[in-house]
Nanobody, 124 residues
Framework: QVQLVESGGGLVQAGGSLRLSCAAS????????MGWFRHAPGKEREFVAV????????IYADFVKGRFTASRDNAKNTVYLQMNSLKPEDTAVYYC?????????????????WGQGTQVTVSS
């Protein structure tokens, strides 16, 4: 059974940084692209970033380019999202996602697996 467990969320001031982690189990980690989405109150869920199985390819939403970095440690079955220069509008629940390809994750297709989410709150 696939299980994705996020951690690292919290409260931070604007301009600060957080690093989210997502530990995967029940999967052959290197067979999956991994991604991050977020969902803010009153808004639709939105794509944040995806990283290929090797870590060699990443795609970011325009609103996080230059501020967020996705990485993965295949030896630890863990994917990370380093978030710098945080803004109040980054406040959301952040979800980890896993899928058989970066395109599957980016499009949140039906064969995507999801974590339970971790809250990130950025104060002004």
């Amino acid at each position: 059974q696939v299980q994705l467990v996020e951690s690292g969320g919290g409260l931070v001031q604007a301009g600060g940084s957080l690093r989210l982690s997502c530990a995967a189990s029940g999967v052959t980690f290197t067979s999956f692209a991994m991604g991050w989405f977020r969902h803010a109150p009153g808004k639709e869920r939105e794509f944040v970033a995806v990283i290929s199985w090797s870590g060699g390819s990443t795609i970011y939403a325009d609103f996080v380019k230059g501020r967020f970095t996705a990485s993965r440690d295949n030896a630890k079955n863990t994917v990370y999202l380093q978030m710098n220069s945080l803004k109040p509008e980054d406040t959301a629940v952040y979800y980890c996602a896993a899928g058989p390809s970066s395109r599957t994750v980016l499009l949140a297709r039906g064969d995507t697996y999801w974590g339970q989410g971790t809250q990130v709150t950025v104060s002004s």
